[in-house]
């Protein structure tokens, strides 16, 4: 009787085993996993080839919005003593306004944004902030300073990178007003009006910058697509061959 009963129970398990691994969802076999991984790699190929077009066609309309802004730029560059060089705006360059008080703007060749304050007096400032005024607008910049002597008083207040931005934005945003900047000194302070010309070419320079460091970032972007459609199509090529 015990042995019926014991019978009985091992059936019952075997059966409610049985049906318990037939209810289970059925694992996929070698060949459907490669199959899946192969559909895998097809679609990101074809999402990779549409984004290194869309950055290539993208490279090219900035490119020709950049041409006509990049004649009022120069080059510059000492080779003896400098391994970078910067884009200087042509009516910004530093010698011929060497001997008046100017705010110039440049573009390094590695797309950063330089903003430098000019003071030339027969006095010493001291400058510790760089203002932007307008009529309905006061913002200070900060930055560093450096100073010499020279037939008088010069002193090169470079802003943050950050406040460079900043002040140059501020400045196109409020374009349509009078602007006028302050070099605000431990000893003394200095204003003076940012003529029209000198506004106008810190405006390109801003353009200029967006235009060459949105270039540069979909040419980041191409560079690691196509190493992904490489990649791609490897995989590709290899699941082929293990076909065969």
Not at 135 to 157: K, M, R
Not at 175 to 197: C, D, H, M, W
Not at 210 to 216: A, E, K, R, S, Y
Request: hydrophobic share 35%.
């Amino acid at each position: 009787m015990k042995n019926r009963i014991f019978i009985t129970f091992a059936l019952l398990a075997i059966i409610f085993t049985g049906l318990w691994t037939s209810c289970g969802p059925k694992r996929p076999s070698v060949a459907e996993l490669r199959e899946q991984k192969r559909l895998e790699d097809s679609t990101n190929l074809v999402l990779q080839q549409h984004s290194l077009q869309y950055a290539d066609s993208m490279i090219l309309v900035l490119q020709q919005q950049v041409e006509p802004v990049m004649k009022d730029f120069y080059y510059d560059k000492n080779d003896a003593y400098e391994d970078h060089g910067r884009y200087v705006h042509r009516s910004l360059k530093t010698a011929p306004n060497s001997s008046r008080c100017y705010i110039q703007a440049y573009v390094t060749d590695a797309y950063r944004v330089i903003v430098k304050g000019y003071y030339v007096g027969s006095y010493p400032l001291h400058i510790s902030s760089l203002q932007l005024l307008t009529d309905s607008l006061s913002q200070s910049f900060n930055g560093s300073n450096h100073t010499f002597e020279a037939e008088g008083y010069h002193e090169i207040f470079t802003l943050t990178e950050e406040d460079a931005i900043a002040f140059l934005k501020l400045l196109d945003a409020y374009s349509y007003q009078k602007e006028r900047i302050a070099f605000v000194g431990t000893k003394s302070n200095y204003r003076f009006l940012l003529p029209e010309k000198d506004k106008q070419a810190l405006i390109e320079t801003l353009l200029f910058a967006t235009l060459m460091n949105d270039i540069h970032q979909l040419e980041l972007q191409a560079r690691q697509t196509s190493l992904h459609i490489e990649k791609y199509q490897k995989r590709l090529e290899n699941a082929k061959i293990d076909e065969k």
